[in-house]
Protein backbone atom coordinates (compact mmCIF):
# COMPACT_ATOMS: atom_id res chain seq x y z
CA UNK A 1 0.00 0.00 0.00
CA UNK A 2 0.99 3.59 -0.85
CA UNK A 3 0.92 6.03 1.88
CA UNK A 4 -1.00 9.07 0.17
CA UNK A 5 -0.45 12.97 1.22
CA UNK A 6 -3.08 15.07 0.17
CA UNK A 7 -1.66 18.37 1.33
CA UNK A 8 1.98 18.25 0.05
CA UNK A 9 2.05 21.74 -0.33
CA UNK A 10 0.34 22.34 2.82
CA UNK A 11 -2.68 25.09 2.88
CA UNK A 12 -2.22 26.73 -0.47
CA UNK A 13 -3.52 24.02 -2.85
CA UNK A 14 -6.96 23.48 -0.69
CA UNK A 15 -6.77 27.81 -0.18
CA UNK A 16 -6.12 28.25 -3.90
CA UNK A 17 -8.64 25.33 -4.97
CA UNK A 18 -11.81 26.81 -2.87
CA UNK A 19 -10.86 30.50 -4.07
CA UNK A 20 -11.44 28.77 -7.86
CA UNK A 21 -14.82 27.41 -7.03
CA UNK A 22 -15.95 30.27 -5.28
CA UNK A 23 -14.84 31.92 -8.56
CA UNK A 24 -16.57 29.90 -11.03
CA UNK A 25 -19.74 30.08 -8.81
CA UNK A 26 -19.87 33.48 -8.35
CA UNK A 27 -19.72 34.49 -11.97
CA UNK A 28 -22.04 31.23 -12.92
CA UNK A 29 -24.45 32.83 -10.53
CA UNK A 30 -24.54 36.21 -12.29
CA UNK A 31 -24.26 35.06 -15.86
CA UNK A 32 -27.63 32.99 -14.87
CA UNK A 33 -29.48 36.01 -13.35
CA UNK A 34 -28.28 37.96 -16.61
CA UNK A 35 -29.68 34.63 -18.43
CA UNK A 36 -32.94 34.79 -16.73
CA UNK A 37 -33.45 38.71 -17.36
CA UNK A 38 -33.26 37.92 -20.82
CA UNK A 39 -35.02 36.51 -23.80
CA UNK A 40 -34.22 34.26 -26.97
CA UNK A 41 -30.60 33.80 -27.84
CA UNK A 42 -29.21 36.48 -25.12
CA UNK A 43 -30.78 34.14 -22.99
CA UNK A 44 -29.20 31.36 -24.21
CA UNK A 45 -25.69 32.73 -24.62
CA UNK A 46 -25.71 33.73 -20.79
CA UNK A 47 -26.51 30.46 -19.75
CA UNK A 48 -24.34 28.78 -21.87
CA UNK A 49 -21.52 31.10 -20.57
CA UNK A 50 -22.96 30.29 -16.75
CA UNK A 51 -21.98 26.55 -17.38
CA UNK A 52 -18.41 27.48 -18.95
CA UNK A 53 -18.03 29.26 -15.59
CA UNK A 54 -19.68 27.15 -13.11
CA UNK A 55 -18.27 23.98 -14.62
CA UNK A 56 -14.25 25.33 -15.34
CA UNK A 57 -14.29 26.47 -12.30
CA UNK A 58 -15.15 23.00 -10.38
CA UNK A 59 -12.69 21.17 -12.69
CA UNK A 60 -10.37 24.15 -11.97
CA UNK A 61 -10.65 23.42 -8.36
CA UNK A 62 -10.08 19.49 -8.11
CA UNK A 63 -6.81 19.98 -10.66
CA UNK A 64 -6.05 22.55 -8.40
CA UNK A 65 -6.08 20.46 -5.74
CA UNK A 66 -4.77 17.17 -6.93
CA UNK A 67 -1.40 19.59 -7.24
CA UNK A 68 -0.87 18.26 -3.50
CA UNK A 69 -1.74 15.12 -4.15
CA UNK A 70 1.38 12.98 -3.92
CA UNK A 71 2.05 9.01 -3.67
CA UNK A 72 5.52 7.77 -1.79
CA UNK A 73 7.17 5.57 -3.91
CA UNK A 74 5.88 7.13 -7.60
CA UNK A 75 5.76 9.79 -9.86
CA UNK A 76 1.98 11.19 -10.65
CA UNK A 77 1.57 11.60 -14.64
CA UNK A 78 -2.23 12.28 -16.51
CA UNK A 79 -3.42 10.93 -19.65
CA UNK A 80 -4.55 13.72 -21.58
CA UNK A 81 -7.25 12.62 -23.46
CA UNK A 82 -9.22 11.52 -20.33
CA UNK A 83 -7.95 14.48 -18.23
CA UNK A 84 -9.75 16.76 -21.21
CA UNK A 85 -12.71 14.49 -21.58
CA UNK A 86 -13.35 15.09 -17.92
CA UNK A 87 -13.40 19.08 -18.31
CA UNK A 88 -16.44 18.53 -20.75
CA UNK A 89 -17.93 16.80 -18.87
CA UNK A 90 -18.13 19.24 -15.69
CA UNK A 91 -19.18 22.28 -18.40
CA UNK A 92 -21.77 19.95 -20.30
CA UNK A 93 -23.48 18.65 -17.32
CA UNK A 94 -23.75 22.14 -15.62
CA UNK A 95 -25.21 23.07 -19.06
CA UNK A 96 -27.97 20.53 -18.80
CA UNK A 97 -29.11 21.09 -15.25
CA UNK A 98 -28.91 24.82 -15.86
CA UNK A 99 -31.22 24.17 -19.10
CA UNK A 100 -33.69 21.96 -17.02
CA UNK A 101 -33.58 24.48 -14.39
CA UNK A 102 -34.26 27.72 -16.32
CA UNK A 103 -36.81 26.19 -19.22
CA UNK A 104 -38.60 23.45 -16.94
CA UNK A 105 -42.20 24.37 -15.99
CA UNK A 106 -42.66 22.41 -12.91
CA UNK A 107 -40.09 24.22 -10.69
CA UNK A 108 -39.58 21.28 -7.98
CA UNK A 109 -39.42 18.36 -10.48
CA UNK A 110 -36.84 20.67 -12.57
CA UNK A 111 -34.69 21.69 -9.52
CA UNK A 112 -34.55 18.13 -8.96
CA UNK A 113 -34.06 16.40 -12.06
CA UNK A 114 -31.01 19.05 -12.71
CA UNK A 115 -29.82 18.66 -9.42
CA UNK A 116 -29.40 15.07 -9.73
CA UNK A 117 -27.75 15.49 -13.32
CA UNK A 118 -25.33 17.99 -12.49
CA UNK A 119 -24.33 15.97 -8.88
CA UNK A 120 -23.44 12.59 -10.97
CA UNK A 121 -21.81 14.68 -13.82
CA UNK A 122 -19.82 16.57 -11.51
CA UNK A 123 -18.91 13.53 -9.69
CA UNK A 124 -17.98 11.43 -13.09
CA UNK A 125 -16.09 14.69 -13.63
CA UNK A 126 -13.73 13.81 -10.30
CA UNK A 127 -13.34 9.75 -10.95
CA UNK A 128 -12.51 10.75 -14.61
CA UNK A 129 -10.05 12.82 -13.59
CA UNK A 130 -8.83 10.56 -11.27
CA UNK A 131 -9.00 7.74 -13.94
CA UNK A 132 -6.82 9.85 -15.75
CA UNK A 133 -4.00 10.06 -13.08
CA UNK A 134 -0.53 7.18 -13.82
CA UNK A 135 1.31 5.90 -11.34
CA UNK A 136 3.46 3.08 -10.40
CA UNK A 137 0.68 0.87 -8.87
CA UNK A 138 -2.96 0.81 -9.50
CA UNK A 139 -6.02 2.92 -7.78
CA UNK A 140 -8.63 1.37 -5.35
CA UNK A 141 -11.66 3.20 -3.78
CA UNK A 142 -13.88 2.23 -0.48
CA UNK A 143 -17.87 1.81 -2.01
CA UNK A 144 -19.11 3.91 0.74
CA UNK A 145 -17.24 6.54 0.49
CA UNK A 146 -17.76 7.11 -3.19
CA UNK A 147 -21.26 6.96 -2.75
CA UNK A 148 -21.67 9.17 0.28
CA UNK A 149 -19.08 11.78 -2.19
CA UNK A 150 -21.92 11.49 -4.94
CA UNK A 151 -24.58 12.54 -2.23
CA UNK A 152 -22.64 15.64 -1.25
CA UNK A 153 -22.11 16.37 -5.76
CA UNK A 154 -26.16 15.84 -5.66
CA UNK A 155 -26.85 18.29 -2.78
CA UNK A 156 -24.37 20.70 -3.74
CA UNK A 157 -25.38 20.96 -7.69
CA UNK A 158 -29.13 20.91 -6.50
CA UNK A 159 -28.37 24.21 -3.98
CA UNK A 160 -26.04 25.62 -6.63
CA UNK A 161 -28.89 25.46 -9.36
CA UNK A 162 -31.50 26.95 -6.72
CA UNK A 163 -29.31 29.59 -5.66
CA UNK A 164 -28.62 30.34 -9.67
CA UNK A 165 -32.48 30.55 -10.30
CA UNK A 166 -33.50 32.08 -6.83
CA UNK A 167 -31.41 34.79 -5.38
CA UNK A 168 -31.74 38.08 -6.64
CA UNK A 169 -29.88 40.47 -3.96
CA UNK A 170 -25.41 40.49 -4.76
CA UNK A 171 -24.60 40.02 -1.05
CA UNK A 172 -27.06 36.86 -0.74
CA UNK A 173 -25.55 35.72 -4.07
CA UNK A 174 -21.59 36.18 -2.82
CA UNK A 175 -22.66 33.99 0.21
CA UNK A 176 -23.89 31.55 -2.18
CA UNK A 177 -20.88 31.40 -4.12
CA UNK A 178 -19.12 30.65 -0.90
CA UNK A 179 -21.02 27.86 0.22
CA UNK A 180 -21.31 26.37 -3.16
CA UNK A 181 -17.28 26.11 -2.90
CA UNK A 182 -16.87 24.55 0.71
CA UNK A 183 -19.46 22.33 -0.76
CA UNK A 184 -17.40 21.93 -4.05
CA UNK A 185 -14.71 21.15 -2.12
CA UNK A 186 -16.20 19.16 0.45
CA UNK A 187 -17.26 16.23 -2.51
CA UNK A 188 -13.19 16.71 -3.65
CA UNK A 189 -11.77 15.83 -0.43
CA UNK A 190 -14.53 12.87 0.60
CA UNK A 191 -13.96 11.02 -2.53
CA UNK A 192 -9.85 11.56 -2.04
CA UNK A 193 -10.46 9.54 1.27
CA UNK A 194 -11.85 7.04 -0.50
CA UNK A 195 -9.23 6.53 -2.34
CA UNK A 196 -6.62 3.48 -1.73
CA UNK A 197 -2.91 3.01 -3.74
CA UNK A 198 -1.39 -0.64 -4.62
CA UNK A 199 1.89 -0.05 -5.43
CA UNK A 200 3.32 -1.99 -8.62
CA UNK A 201 7.13 -1.24 -8.98
CA UNK A 202 7.41 -3.55 -12.25
CA UNK A 203 4.95 -1.01 -13.65
CA UNK A 204 7.49 1.13 -15.57
CA UNK A 205 6.00 2.77 -18.76
CA UNK A 206 3.95 5.39 -16.85
CA UNK A 207 2.86 7.45 -20.05
CA UNK A 208 0.82 10.34 -20.02
CA UNK A 209 2.34 14.29 -19.09
CA UNK A 210 3.26 15.50 -15.84
CA UNK A 211 0.90 17.99 -13.74
CA UNK A 212 3.47 20.64 -14.88
CA UNK A 213 3.44 20.06 -18.58
CA UNK A 214 0.16 20.19 -19.01
CA UNK A 215 -2.76 20.35 -15.97
CA UNK A 216 -0.74 23.52 -14.50
CA UNK A 217 -1.09 26.08 -17.93
CA UNK A 218 -4.70 24.33 -18.81
CA UNK A 219 -5.46 25.43 -14.92
CA UNK A 220 -3.58 28.69 -14.81
CA UNK A 221 -5.80 29.54 -18.17
CA UNK A 222 -9.21 28.80 -16.73
CA UNK A 223 -8.73 30.62 -13.60
CA UNK A 224 -7.37 33.39 -15.67
CA UNK A 225 -10.45 33.15 -17.82
CA UNK A 226 -12.96 32.95 -14.63
CA UNK A 227 -11.67 36.44 -13.12
CA UNK A 228 -11.35 38.19 -16.32
CA UNK A 229 -14.98 37.05 -16.87
CA UNK A 230 -16.27 38.38 -13.99
CA UNK A 231 -14.69 41.66 -14.51
CA UNK A 232 -16.35 42.25 -17.83
CA UNK A 233 -19.65 40.76 -16.00
CA UNK A 234 -19.25 43.19 -13.21
CA UNK A 235 -18.85 45.84 -15.33
CA UNK A 236 -21.10 45.63 -18.11
CA UNK A 237 -24.64 47.15 -17.71
CA UNK A 238 -27.89 45.21 -16.90
CA UNK A 239 -30.99 45.08 -18.88
CA UNK A 240 -32.32 47.44 -16.40
CA UNK A 241 -29.39 49.44 -15.90
CA UNK A 242 -29.41 50.39 -19.82
CA UNK A 243 -33.29 50.90 -19.35
CA UNK A 244 -32.89 53.75 -17.06
CA UNK A 245 -34.18 51.88 -14.10
CA UNK A 246 -32.25 52.34 -10.74
CA UNK A 247 -30.30 48.84 -10.02
CA UNK A 248 -31.66 46.82 -6.79
CA UNK A 249 -30.02 48.48 -3.91
CA UNK A 250 -29.86 52.02 -5.80
CA UNK A 251 -32.25 54.73 -4.07
CA UNK A 252 -34.84 56.10 -6.48
CA UNK A 253 -34.32 59.96 -7.59
CA UNK A 254 -37.64 61.16 -7.13
CA UNK A 255 -39.38 64.43 -8.33
CA UNK A 256 -39.84 67.18 -6.03
CA UNK A 257 -43.51 68.18 -6.19
CA UNK A 258 -44.52 72.12 -6.44
CA UNK A 259 -45.69 73.46 -2.74
CA UNK A 260 -49.54 73.60 -2.36
CA UNK A 261 -51.09 77.13 -3.43
CA UNK A 262 -48.37 77.92 -5.58
CA UNK A 263 -49.11 76.62 -9.42
CA UNK A 264 -48.23 79.63 -11.06
CA UNK A 265 -44.31 78.04 -10.55
CA UNK A 266 -43.19 76.77 -13.46
CA UNK A 267 -42.51 72.66 -12.46
CA UNK A 268 -39.30 72.66 -15.41
CA UNK A 269 -37.42 75.41 -13.04
CA UNK A 270 -34.57 74.43 -11.46
CA UNK A 271 -35.13 73.16 -8.00
CA UNK A 272 -38.50 74.22 -8.19
CA UNK A 273 -38.23 78.04 -7.56
CA UNK A 274 -36.21 80.81 -9.19
CA UNK A 275 -35.55 82.98 -6.47
CA UNK A 276 -34.62 85.71 -9.11
CA UNK A 277 -38.04 85.60 -10.63
CA UNK A 278 -40.48 84.90 -7.74
CA UNK A 279 -41.15 87.36 -4.44
CA UNK A 280 -40.79 85.88 -0.89
CA UNK A 281 -44.35 84.98 -1.19
CA UNK A 282 -44.27 83.16 -4.77
CA UNK A 283 -45.57 86.16 -6.99
CA UNK A 284 -43.86 86.28 -10.43
CA UNK A 285 -41.87 89.84 -10.50
CA UNK A 286 -42.71 90.15 -14.22
CA UNK A 287 -46.67 90.31 -13.92
Same mark, same amino acid.
Given at each position: ????????????????????????????????????????????????? %????????????????????? /???????????????????? /???? &????????????????????????????????? =???? %??????????????????????? &??????????????????????????????????????????????????? =??????? +????? =??????????????????????????????? &????? +? +?????????????? +???????????????????
Amino acid at each position: MGTLNHFSFGWLTPVLSYAMACAGAALGLRCTLRGLAATGATRRNWLLT %AAAAIGSGIWTMHFVAMFGFA /VDGTELRYNVPLTVLSLLVA /VLVT &GLGLTVVCYGRHRGLALLGGGVTTGVGVAAMHY =LGMA %AVRMHGGLRYEAGTVALSVLVAV &GAATAALWAAVTIRNVYAAAAASLGMGLAVSCMHYIGMAAVHVQLDPARTD =LGGVSPM +EFVFP =LAVGLGSFLFLASAFVALSPTAQERAGEPAE &GEPAV +E +EVPAPAGRADVALD +EPYGVDPYRHDPYGHDRAA
